[in-house]
């Protein structure tokens, strides 16, 4: 499967604190994961993502996402192509902080605001739908040690799946993990993954992204959306 990856890697990492948990970068990480079993990556950050081009949107079956502080930084033109390469199969992955990045919330049509409060509280991620692709091979929940916690109300449509609901300290409850269809393609946004914790090197947590990249690949990839030529059923009556 090809996968490419777009980690911001901007303001945070200059900090050091996201370095400590990420020496690569998030997507350095994804990247290995993504290439340990066998899948061909591209990445992407702040700096070169204006930059990708249709070609390579069309010779991708998932496109990963994390962002954060530079969400209006991403071109509004990389965005409609993203959109277009979605609604024709191409599959869409949000993670954390892009539950606010321009492709997610485009594709689902919603602010996606949510309350957040960073106090490296524990999170425990239960597993509401067991029998999902997503969900595979998992125990019925995961505990993160330390995450930031997102909780409801999150200002998206009703998903079409939840797979996953996050339970925190505090006593706040958050949809996940939650699937959509949009088009002929699958959408999949998942919370855990603040940039200042290894949450993705968490081992549940790197076999929920490789079920999540085979749910979201597209079975049947279109080239265009309109028919010009189609004729009218109805003509030879
Ligand atoms: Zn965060």
């Known amino acids: 499967m090809k996968i490419t990856v777009y980690n911001e890697f901007n303001i945070h990492h200059k900090s050091g604190k996201i370095l400590e948990a990420y020496p690569n970068g998030i997507h350095g990480s994804l990247k290995k994961l993504f290439e340990k079993n066998g899948h061909e990556i591209r990445t992407y950050t702040l700096e070169t993502i204006n930059d990708i081009t249709l070609d390579v949107l069309k010779d991708t079956d998932v496109l990963v996402w ?3 502080m530079n969400h209006n930084d991403v071109k509004d033109e990389v965005v409609d192509m993203i959109v ?3 609604n024709l199969g191409m599959g869409f992955i949000a993670l954390h902080s892009s539950h606010l990045s321009k492709p997610l919330k485009r594709l689902l049509g919603t602010p996606c605001t949510l309350q957040w409060r960073e106090m ?3 999170e425990r991620l239960w597993v509401v739908n067991p029998t999902h692709p997503i969900a595979k ?10 995450d930031e916690m997102y909780g409801e109300p999150f200002a998206i449509p009703t998903p079409d799946e ?9 006593g706040n409850v958050f949809r996940s993990g939650c699937c959509y269809n949009r088009g002929y393609g699958k959408v999949f946004y998942f919370q855990p993954g603040h940039e200042t914790n290894p949450v993705y090197e968490i081992p549940e947590i790197k076999k929920i992204l490789l079920n999540a990249i085979e749910w979201a690949k597209p079975t049947t990839r279109l080239e265009y959306l309109d028919c010009p030529n189609a ?3 109805l003509e030879k009556i």
């Open 231 to 233: 004729t009218n059923p």
């Open 66 to 68: 994390w962002g954060h």
């Open 137 to 146: 091979g998992l125990p019925s929940y995961i505990d993160i040690p330390h």
């Open 84 to 86: 277009n390469q979605v």
């Open 120 to 122: 490296d509280e524990n």
């Open 162 to 170: 939840l797979v996953f609901i996050g339970w925190f300290k505090g």
